[in-house]
């Protein structure tokens, strides 16, 4: 059994560790979103936001092109591993970004197409590989 001082201090030891994961996490998904949002730009797109809050959640990335409103998902992985990333936006996900997509419309008074977008980007040590999906779901 351990004491309390060695609970406490254990305790602690897990929070720093768990904070500093989550703070690399964090950085990160930052870092995917930048590459993210440099790949759209050289597609052609106008990224009017970045990290857009509405309802107490965010959407990563908001661009356009030509008469299409781009609501981008970003998923960062630092493996190849884990599957299609798209698998990854769950029901709740998709009712979120459909709904903020069409206050944000709104808000500037866009009236054409409105596309859902994945854009995956993998950090693979010093190098990183960027896939983009057009149209990657249609919320329910």
Known sequence: YLSQKEIQKTKRKFLSKRNSCMAAHNELGLLGENIAAKRLVSKGYEILERQWHCK??????????????????????????FGDTSDFITDD?????????????????????IRFDVVTVYVLGEEYKVEHLENAFIPK
């Open 56 to 81: 107490h959640k965010e959407i990563d990335i908001i661009a356009r092109k030509d008469n299409i409103l781009a609501i981008v998902e970003v998923k960062t992985r630092s493996s190849e591993h």
């Open 93 to 113: 996900k998709m009712k979120f970004l459909s709904s903020a997509s069409e206050i944000y419309a709104k808000a500037i008074g866009f009236d054409g197409e």
